[in-house]
């Protein structure tokens, strides 16, 4: 079965500071991996994904991820944290055929950003 | 945005009563799931449709049950509430095929009492 594990439940950093958040799956064959952000009380809006290739995925508000299949990870990574990113962080596992929408997801990582 | 619009945005029932959610999606995303997600977790799958038809589901009892429409709306329905049941309830839409972006609603936030 598949599985997603995000070790840390929460992180704190300063503004301008980098982040790393990090997320390790298992799954049987190559998965179709996800990061999502979710605000209190909204919906999971995408930040990237990956389906294939190039294994350094760029995504929407300067985040980036990169997939490493020899250690299962997927961790999202940025620069420099703006106060703005201060959210929840899914990361999450699909299957790359047939499955449709069918997600598994970690248990999410609440990120405080300090001023 | 994304789309993908569910009513009703909050709403509160009984023990033992029955719920009906809604979904409406992009033209064209005829693959639609489901998700409950509990305070303080990650989202479950529920179950999919693709084309009107259920093609899977996750650990969720029968009294979970839905139905989508040719108009790409869908509804999730749960009989027999209990008080666990208490979540927000994702819905989630995609056009066909592996690769495409999966675009998530706002969420249905119910609270059983």
């Known amino acids: 079965a598949q599985s997603v594990t995000q070790p840390d439940i929460h992180i704190t950093v300063s503004e301008g500071a980098s982040l790393e958040l990090r997320c390790n799956y298992s799954?049987?064959?190559?998965?179709?991996l996800f990061w999502y952000v979710q605000s209190p009380g909204q919906g999971l809006q995408l930040l990237l994904k990956?389906?294939?290739?190039?294994?350094l995925v760029q995504g929407i508000k300067g985040f980036e991820a990169e997939f490493k299949r020899s250690q299962s990870s997927f961790n999202l990574r940025k620069p420099s944290v703006h106060w703005s990113d201060a959210a929840e962080y899914f990361c999450?596992?699909?299957?790359?055929?047939?499955?449709?929408?069918?997600?598994?997801f970690g248990t999410g990582t609440q990120l405080k950003v300090e001023l | 945005e994304t789309g993908v619009t569910q009513s009703p945005t909050h709403l509160i029932k009984t023990r033992g009563q029955q719920v009906t959610l809604r979904c409406s999606s992009q033209?064209?995303?005829?693959?639609v799931s489901w998700y409950q997600q509990a305070l303080g977790q990650g989202p479950q799958f529920i179950f999919q449709?693709?084309?009107?038809?259920?093609?899977g589901r996750g650990n969720f009892p029968p009294r979970f049950s839905g139905l989508q429409f040719p108009n790409y709306s869908s509804e999730l329905n749960v009989n027999a509430l209990e008080l666990d049941d208490s979540a927000l309830y994702l819905c989630?839409?995609?056009?066909?095929?592996?690769?495409?972006?999966?675009?998530f609603g706002e969420g249905s936030w119910l609270t059983v009492v």
């Open positions: 989630a839409s995609s056009f066909p095929g592996a690769g495409n972006t999966i675009y």
């Open positions: 799954y049987g064959a190559t998965p179709y």
């Open positions: 990956y389906f294939s290739g190039d294994t």
């Open positions: 999450a596992v699909g299957p790359q055929g047939g499955g449709g929408n069918k997600l598994t």
């Open positions: 033209s064209g995303h005829n693959t």
């Open positions: 449709y693709y084309r009107e038809e259920e093609n």
